[in-house]
């Protein structure tokens, strides 16, 4: 699961960071992902994980780092 | 000017200074292009400068709902004054909500005590007018930090006391990673670049500068500018400029009115052929009316539940309010225009509507409708709740 959320964030995310050297709790905003660019991180992980977020987890806390992310597509039922 | 009564809604105060300071200078203010001088510093006495601070830190402890109902207000009488308020209470808001530092509970206070006038540097040259990008940055810098911003627009800069300033967090910072720095009187230089002769808000002194400050580091706000952005920045700002918008709608529907009543003593029985317009303006008044309450009903529910100002609902609805507000404006004083006819489109009239017109046709600029209209389709692309 891991790598599949950091390929959409080296798609989406428009990190001036590598992503693959990024900790898995790295804050993804200090690292300088936009509110514009979450929102396409978001679309990228519906597409690649086939799910849908529900609206309570459309939070900025969720899209926080790869460790929140990995920890909301659990809780949507996604398994490694 | 004395100070409020205790038993004064802050609204009643404003409408005061609106008679007997801002109506007097507003056309020369307009004229001049210059700063409302008499009534911002009546606007201090009163106590409006500090209302939204707590009682126990010197202010008035007033909500937001209080403050917007003055800027309504005033803005009937000068819409610069109002937006100038408008203005100040939007940084005095980030500084209650997220001044959680010892120096900003210390500047909070000053600007009570002293009613210090707070502006704000959220634009920056070369960044294409995106408020949550910035290029320059906080450095260390002799214990303190330093700053130095290529601001386009710093309304009335040269009058405040403090700039409130975005930046990146660090030179190494990524242009997203921003926050909020107070840059206080007699520790900033602003060298002007741009002046400001415009259509509208006139008195607002809209000029471009380099702002140079230092300062202690505890004036840095704490929270990400990210989160002080959509919490409290944004939708305060779209709740006060659109409660201005609503005191020249009114203004102009109070010419208008008084306009077709003339007109019907004169003919009694017969409807004036300007009574259909008053009837149409008097809907789209309505809806800018509502438009206006209904956000504050919002704002104060998510001032109550955290979580529900964090939906994608709230966030598109708040830019929602702006974009609809500032098209209202602009209807409204038009009809009243067509309603009054020569009266309302010569300077020297009781009916006159040129200036308001003018000041309405800014509110669709600033911050770009179609910039939030943007962030709105990109929101939605997301948004679940119905």
């Known amino acids: ?80 | 000017m004395t100070g409020s009564a205790a038993d004064e809604t802050l609204a009643v105060v404003a409408r005061r200074i609106g008679e007997e300071v801002a109506g007097l200078h507003a056309e020369d203010v307009d004229a001049s292009s210059r700063f409302p001088t008499e009534t911002i510093d009546a606007c201090r006495e009163a106590g409006l400068l500090r209302a939204l601070v707590s009682v126990e830190d010197g202010g008035l402890g007033a909500s937001l709902d209080e403050v917007a109902d003055a800027i309504t207000e005033l803005g009937r009488w000068c819409s610069s004054s109002g937006m100038i308020l408008a203005m100040h209470t939007i940084q005095v808001a980030c500084l209650v909500r997220h001044g959680g530092s010892e120096e900003l509970a210390t500047f909070r206070k000053r600007v009570a005590a002293e009613g210090l006038l707070l502006a704000s540097a959220t634009t920056e040259v070369g960044i294409g007018g995106d408020v949550r990008s910035s290029t320059c940055a906080v450095e260390a810098r002799d214990d303190g930090f330093h700053l130095r911003k290529q601001a386009p627009v710093i309304s009335y800069g040269e009058y405040a006391d403090a700039i409130l300033a975005t930046a990146r967090r660090t030179p190494e910072s990524a242009p997203s990673d921003q926050v909020l720095v107070v840059c206080e009187k007699g520790r900033f230089t602003l060298e002007r670049t741009t002046t400001w002769d415009a259509l509208g808000f006139r008195g607002t002194c809209s000029s471009g500068f380099v702002l140079e400050a230092t300062g202690g580091f505890g004036l840095v706000f704490p929270t990400a500018y990210g989160d002080m952005s959509s919490q409290t920045m944004l939708p305060v700002s779209h709740i006060l400029w659109s409660s201005l918008w609503l005191g020249m709608a009114s203004e102009a529907d109070g010419r208008a009115r008084k306009f077709v009543q003339g007109a019907a003593r004169k003919t009694p029985g017969q409807m004036p052929p300007s009574g259909m317009r008053l009837a149409e303006l008097a809907v789209t008044l309505q809806q800018l009316h509502d438009l206006v309450h209904g956000a504050r009903a919002r704002f104060a529910a998510a001032d109550a539940d955290p979580d529900l100002g964090q939906t994608i609902g709230y966030a598109t609805a708040m830019n929602s309010l702006k974009v609809s507000a500032s098209t209202l404006v602009v209807e409204v004083i038009q009809k009243a225009l067509l309603i009054c006819g020569m009266a309302g489109y010569a300077n020297r009239s009781p009916f006159t509507l040129g200036r308001l017109l003018r000041d309405a046709y800014g509110a669709q600029l600033m911050v770009n409708n179609d910039r939030i209209n943007a962030n709105n389709a990109q929101l939605l692309l997301v948004q679940r709740e119905r």
Not at chain 1, 18 to 39: C, Q
């Open chain 1, 1 to 80: 699961m891991d790598s599949v959320i950091r390929d959409v964030l080296i798609n989406h995310a428009k990190l001036p960071v590598d992503v693959a050297g990024l900790d898995r709790a790295a804050d993804l905003y200090t690292a300088g992902l936009t509110s514009h660019a979450s929102v396409n991180v978001m679309l990228g992980l519906e597409d690649a994980f086939d799910v849908e977020f529900p609206d309570e987890m459309l939070r900025k806390s969720t899209f926080e780092s790869i460790a929140s992310i990995e920890e909301a597509l659990r809780r949507l039922g996604v398994e490694d």
